[in-house]
């Protein structure tokens, strides 16, 4: 089945300049409605509020972290299959596993290119 | 005089100082309790109270030489001018890469709608190309944030040896202060740039600076 192209997605970074990057990265795969949080909390909250199809979040933020962004969305009835891919500069075999065992969809390497966005967006939504 | 007495009274004035001073025992002290023990050495003495004897000498000999060498380090300086000036130009260097990622991202979103406009699928393909590499702000960023915590670590290391050092430091400084010609220091605060963006003149106070002369 292919993606609706319009459905919401939320993006979460605490630099606005990576939130810029990505929501243009995505236009770019004419996935326009982007909305942006930079910290955790205000991410919850905007999750609470709209039901988007797709969260895709940073690791290294304060006071929570992707992961622990990550680990409310899943113990939540309501938010649980929200697919939620992590994009981190965080590389070490300890924080991929942490994230799988805490119900990441997928997981991007920073620095990362336009084309590794599209392929995982494929692997976690479907051809689009 | 008792040859094993020395080393166990050693021991015992060095617990005695713990239990005043916590574990912020400083290397001063430590030094002024092996001279006062050895100078309670007199009279005959056993092989094994010389054996002592050397070993304490050399301690103290070692301390002082130690001592020395971390206050020409000047400690002092580094803790309160150095790393607190290393750590500003850091977050100069962040936030000046922010500002140019920033206009770097403004004029290639311009380009990539006219690129789309005009149907040119080249421009928007190196317009992508753009964005992946203004993602190295955020990398450069999280590198330096965990340069910038090395840096406070080894300002906490560094006031615990000053700390230890007290007087020591003080008196370095000002031998060193007096020793500098007023002539060099001049010519030094000249090589200091680049400024931090809240200490420099902008190009217009410059100019007006400049035409003032005339």
Redesign the interface.
């Known amino acids: 089945m292919a993606v609706d192209k319009s459905m919401p997605i939320l993006i979460v970074?605490d630099?606005k300049?990576?939130l810029?990057?990505i929501r243009?990265?995505l236009g770019?795969l004419e996935l326009n409605n982007v909305e942006e949080a930079t910290d955790g909390a205000s991410a919850l909250e905007k999750m609470r509020n709209t039901d988007f199809g797709l969260v895709i979040s940073d690791w290294?933020m304060e006071p929570m972290t992707g992961l622990q962004l990550l680990r409310e969305v899943r113990g939540d009835d309501k938010l649980k299959n929200t697919p939620f891919i992590m994009i981190t500069?965080e590389s070490k075999t300890e924080n991929v596993i942490a994230a799988k065992e805490a119900g990441v969809s997928n997981y991007i390497v920073?620095?990362?290119?336009?084309e590794t966005l599209r392929s995982k967006l494929v692997s976690v939504l479907g051809d689009f | 005089m008792n040859g094993s007495a020395q080393p166990i009274d050693f021991e015992s004035r060095v617990e005695e100082l713990k239990k005043e001073r916590g574990d912020h025992v400083s290397i001063a002290e430590v030094a002024e309790v092996v001279e006062s023990i050895m100078a309670t050495i007199e009279g005959d003495v056993t092989g094994l109270d010389l054996r002592v004897y050397k070993e304490l000498d050399s301690i103290a000999h070692y301390i002082q030489a130690a001592k020395s060498e971390i206050v020409e380090l000047c400690p002092d300086d580094i803790r309160e001018q150095h790393l607190p000036a290393a750590s500003d130009e850091f977050d100069a260097i962040v936030k000046a890469t922010?500002e140019a990622?920033?206009n770097i991202?403004d004029a290639?979103?311009k380009i990539?709608n006219e690129g789309n406009r005009l149907g040119l699928k080249e421009i928007?393909d190196q317009v992508?190309r753009i964005?992946?590499a203004?993602?190295?702000?955020?990398?450069t960023?999280?590198r330096i944030s965990k340069v910038v915590g090395t840096l406070k670590h080894i300002e906490e290391r560094v006031d615990r040896l000053v700390h230890a050092f007290g007087a020591q430091m003080q008196g370095k400084k000002m031998r060193q202060e007096q020793s500098e010609s007023a002539t060099e220091d001049w010519e030094k605060s000249l090589l200091s740039s680049p400024q931090l963006p809240t200490e420099a003149n902008k190009q217009a106070e410059i100019d007006a600076l400049l035409a003032s002369f005339d």
């Open positions: 970074d630099y300049t990576m810029r990057i243009n990265l770019q290294n500069a920073k620095p990362f290119n336009a | 922010e990622t920033g991202l290639a979103e990539d928007s992508i964005f992946e203004c993602s190295f702000q955020d990398i960023g999280q």
